[in-house]
């Protein structure tokens, strides 16, 4: 597992988490995500713009909505990061897009 704070200009903030899966989880924090406070630098935030992605940058689906969730509260990140830690591989991802679909479609 490597962890890699968010750096990339213009918006810094939050953290990023790759797995031995291949997997990673990207938990961000500042004025341009879907977090609160919705601003750079605060000391503490209630809740992160959370996305996940496989090893070829192929996006994981964390809802029936979009691949990216916003503000996530501290368990539901905590949630996701246990879910992304387990996929193994293709297959998870297509059962998961598959129950997606399903959501949508009803």
């Known amino acids: 597992m490597s962890f890699n704070p968010i750096q990339a200009a213009p918006y810094k903030g939050g953290f990023q988490l790759k797995f031995e899966n291949g997997y990673?989880?990207?938990?961000?924090?500042?004025?341009?995500?879907?977090?609160?406070?919705?601003?750079d630098g605060a000391s503490e935030y209630g809740a992160a713009e959370v996305a996940a992605w496989d090893a070829d940058g192929t996006w994981v689906r964390l809802n029936e909505h979009d691949d990216v969730c916003g503000y996530m509260n501290a368990n539901e990140l905590a949630q996701i990061i246990g879910y992304v830690a387990g996929l193994s591989g293709l297959l998870?991802?297509?059962?998961?897009d598959v129950a997606?679909?399903?959501g949508v479609k009803s």
Do not use: F
């Open 24 to 39: 990673t989880v990207s938990a961000a924090t500042h004025a341009g995500a879907y977090c609160s406070p919705r601003e």
């Open 92 to 96: 998870d991802k297509v059962s998961q």
């Open 100 to 102: 997606a679909w399903e």
